[in-house]
């Protein structure tokens, strides 16, 4: 049985929601992480893959003037700096050089990937599309890049008031 209830209700039955950290380097020459849970994959053949970026964020205009981003798959330990990335801005301080996070110089684009995190994926901007108070950055994939460190675990939201963590069991390797 379906009962009607607000949009705002329903939403909540959405968790556990998969966490990225996209990152794009701005004009000063910082690479700036934003923590995002709206995202997707979007094509196979060309791989692409897609964000949703709240028009108020710095990341916005970072990412539309770079015309390229990474996409981190971060771990579950990355908990800590995800929820920094989310709660901070890149108008105000440099985010990974205030969390010391490591990153290593990417493949394809000129940008970082988070040496930490489950997998990276280079994106090329393609395409853009206004949806409400977000902005819908579709990429393709250019490089991809996984973590070797064996039995690390994807970062999912948990909860509402972002409370983050694994979710098991994870796939095994092979499957979509
Ligand atoms: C778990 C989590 C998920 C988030 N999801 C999104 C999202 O999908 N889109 C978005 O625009 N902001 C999202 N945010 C908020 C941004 O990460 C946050 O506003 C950030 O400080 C913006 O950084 P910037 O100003 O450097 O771009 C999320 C934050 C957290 C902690």
Redesign the pocket.
């Known amino acids: 049985m379906q009962q009607q209830t607000e949009f705002s209700t329903a939403i909540r039955r959405k968790y556990p929601e998969q ?1 990225v950290i996209a990152i794009a380097r701005d004009s000063d020459g910082k690479c ?1 992480p ?6 997707m994959i979007t094509s196979g053949k060309p791989p692409m893959m897609a964000i ?3 028009l108020p ?3 916005l205009g970072v990412i539309r003037q770079a015309g390229e981003f990474v996409i981190a798959f971060p771990s579950a330990q990355m908990a800590e700096e ?2 920094f ?7 105000d301080m440099d ?1 990974l050089a205030e969390r010391n996070t490591p990153t290593r110089p990417a493949a394809e684009i000129d940008c970082v990937l988070l040496s930490e995190a489950v997998a990276n994926f280079e994106c090329v901007l393609e395409s853009e599309l206004k949806t409400g108070d ?1 902005v819908i950055f579709a990429g393709r994939v250019v490089a991809a890049h996984v973590n070797e460190q064996e039995g690390l675990q994807r970062l999912y ?1 948990l909860g509402p008031g ?1 409370q ?1 963590g694994a979710v098991s069991p994870q796939p095994a390797e092979g499957e979509d």
């Open positions: 966490v700036n934003i923590t995002l849970g709206w995202t949703s970026v709240g964020r710095y990341s995800a929820l990335f989310g709660t901070h801005s890149g108008r985010k977000h939201t972002y983050m």
